[in-house]
């Protein structure tokens, strides 16, 4: 068994309490993030004179080759390793022997798995907000085809007024960008580098922390050694905009399935994403959805569990904050996992426009215009809502639209309408009438959309915005 610590203790670890203690099955996913910082931190000894310049290319160049070695499986990185850091240290020991012991100067693990899970999660929120990135590019472009394409809107699961394809898509790029946003903001409040926090009061030896942060591309260095090494606020955050990542996609994804259904068929998922039955042949399951919708509760259970994890921690590091890495890593996975699949999907789904029009016809959709008719020609609204109210009885017990009704039958209920009725509640004026700022009108919707793509100019990717 590899450690770091014999040297106060005169009887060996429990082999129970070994594997119980030791993270190597879960942080070895971090080896390239521990070799970047171990580089790093190397050319900061050397720089300062606490390492030789032939000390720091010999470090630094066994460094390079662990990580080749590894890359290529030449090197294995096993559990007789109680971590990756005493992996990589181990590994340099036997490479170099006495010059690879000076590694650890300067350094302690807690700074030191603080610096890989800080670098391993900044690497995952750019890669998150790429492919939420891609997903909006994908949203984006089925808002400029289908600003003509009718479907009824709803509320309470009811249909409720007529709008488009396009403004409902819309909704949803505008809970992504807002994942986004919240993508940037911790980047901005986590890039800041903990190495040369020590075990949890920094070091005698006279580190430039400045360049180390330099080096490893982060804004500067952490100001508080204890914060330091026992700050898991940037993770609970990524998990907090992952689980809100995972809502919005489990909604659109409860969407999906209900317009997939035999009730709805608003839509027809592609093949590649879905799957029949192994007993009913008629079947096609939107076994996709199904599983992001599933998988949410899981990204929100490692929120939960990590709040749990760090609620009744005293400063500074304590061994419980290694149960920071398993829950995440999966939710990590998971989250581009479904965002991957989910563009997918969405990319190659059929929208069947003739039966989303149909059904906002048939819906009494424009029931709140007919009732806007009344009112624009005298009659008080309370008024009218009664007149379109009773319509509607009329339409439901006929199984006929409002627009299906003759004039006469119209005028049944009252000598306000004329034959102008029924241009004012045709589908397409109910839509492009409605003009303002974030309206599912076409002009409303086009204005809309030429922002969207401003802003998804001018937000290339975190780290690289315009």
């Known amino acids: 068994m590899a450690q770091l610590w014999g040297g106060r203790f005169t009887k060996e670890t429990d082999k129970l309490v070994y594997q119980f203690n030791a993270s190597i099955s879960f942080d070895k996913k971090m080896y390239r993030q521990d070799i970047k910082g171990s580089k790093a931190h190397v050319a900061m000894l050397g720089k300062q004179g606490i390492l030789t310049k032939e000390e720091m290319e010999q470090i630094t160049k066994e460094l390079d080759a662990i990580l080749a070695d590894v890359e290529s499986g030449k090197l294995s990185i096993t559990d007789e390793y109680e971590d990756i850091h005493s992996f990589v240290e181990a590994n340099l020991i036997d490479r170099l022997g006495a010059v690879g012991k000076k590694l650890h100067t300067g350094r302690s693990r807690n700074d030191q798995v603080a610096l890989d899970m800080r670098l391993y999660t900044r690497e995952e929120v750019k890669e998150t907000d790429e492919l939420l990135k891609k997903l909006l590019e994908t949203i984006l472009r089925l808002m400029k085809e289908n600003t003509e394409t009718i479907m009824p809107g709803f509320t309470h699961l009811q249909k409720a007024q007529p709008i488009t394809l396009a403004h409902h898509m819309g909704a949803y790029f505008e809970m992504f960008k807002r994942d986004r946003q919240r993508l940037f903001d911790i980047y901005e409040r986590m890039n800041y580098c903990p190495l040369g926090s020590g075990a949890l009061a920094g070091t005698t030896y006279p580190l430039d ?101 760090m609620k009744g921690i005293p400063l500074a590091y304590n061994k419980d904050m290694q149960e920071d890495k398993e829950l995440t890593f999966d939710a990590m996975d998971t989250v581009k996992g479904c965002l991957a699949l989910f563009e997918g999907m969405l990319a190659t789904m059929k929208f069947n426009e003739d039966v989303m029009r149909k059904s906002a016809n048939h819906g009494f959709t424009n029931a709140t215009d007919a009732a806007d008719y009344l009112v624009n020609h005298g009659m008080p609204f309370r008024d009218a809502h009664g007149v379109i109210g009773q319509v509607v009885l009329f339409c439901i017990d006929k199984g006929i ?20 009725i029924y241009e004012a509640i045709s589908m397409e004026t109910c839509v492009n009438k409605r003009l303002t700022i974030g309206a599912p009108g076409k002009a409303a919707m086009e204005l809309v959309i030429q922002k969207e793509e401003a802003y998804l100019k001018a937000n290339p990717g975190i780290g690289t915005n315009a």
């Open 401 to 420: 639209a409002i627009d299906d009704m003759k004039l006469e039958e119209l005028k049944q209920f009252s000598d306000v309408f004329e034959e102008d």
């Open 209 to 309: 922390r400045e360049y180390t942060a330099e080096l490893l591309e982060f804004y500067g260095p952490t100001l508080n050694s204890m914060d330091g090494v026992s700050d898991r606020d940037y993770l609970i955050e990524f998990l907090s905009a992952s689980a809100t990542i995972m809502m919005h996609l489990s909604r659109f994804c409860e969407e999906v399935i209900l317009w997939n259904s035999n009730e709805y068929q608003f839509v027809e998922i592609d093949d590649a994403y879905s799957t029949g039955s192994s007993i009913m042949p008629q079947k096609k399951n939107p076994d996709i959805a199904e599983l992001v919708r599933g998988k949410t509760g899981r990204v929100y259970g490692a929120l939960l569990s990590l709040f749990t994890t």
